[in-house]
């Protein structure tokens, strides 16, 4: 298979993921273990951070969008956040949370600065 085509898959499928598991309901996940709040946010800064890694391989394929890469790739991953966010308004026992948003953006951008360094 093409690498590009790859990438584009793989990149989809770890979307799809993300939505599927934000369609569960809030009392699917175990909300009562000690510090939930902090583990809520590492996992989302966790679970962005792979969607910014695969971002930045699925759009270095483009030889377009090479001089703002990291940008894009970052941007990506926060816009998909966002609308993640605004999906779990529609889900029973979920919530759009700005905090979740903001964990979504660092995860997304450490994985990239790493590369920068």
């Known amino acids: 298979m093409n690498k590009i ?5 793989l990149l989809i499928l770890y979307m ?5 598991f934000s369609s569960f309901d809030k009392i699917f996940i175990v909300e ?28 270095r394929q483009h ?9 894009y790739s970052i941007m990506f991953a926060t816009i998909y956040g966002i ?7 529609f889900v029973f026992n979920r919530e759009f949370s700005i905090f979740d948003i903001i964990a979504d953006y660092l995860g997304s951008s ?8």
């Open 16 to 20: 799809f993921f993300i939505f599927y």
């Open 32 to 59: 009562k273990s000690p510090n939930f709040y902090l583990k809520d946010k590492l996992l989302h800064v966790l679970e962005y951070s792979i969607l910014g890694f695969l971002t930045y391989n699925t759009f």
């Open 63 to 71: 030889e377009f969008l090479n001089k703002k890469i990291f940008f």
């Open 110 to 117: 450490l994985v990239l600065i790493k590369k920068l360094l």
């Open 5 to 9: 085509i790859f990438n584009w898959v």
């Open 83 to 89: 609308t993640d966010e605004l999906h779990q308004l």
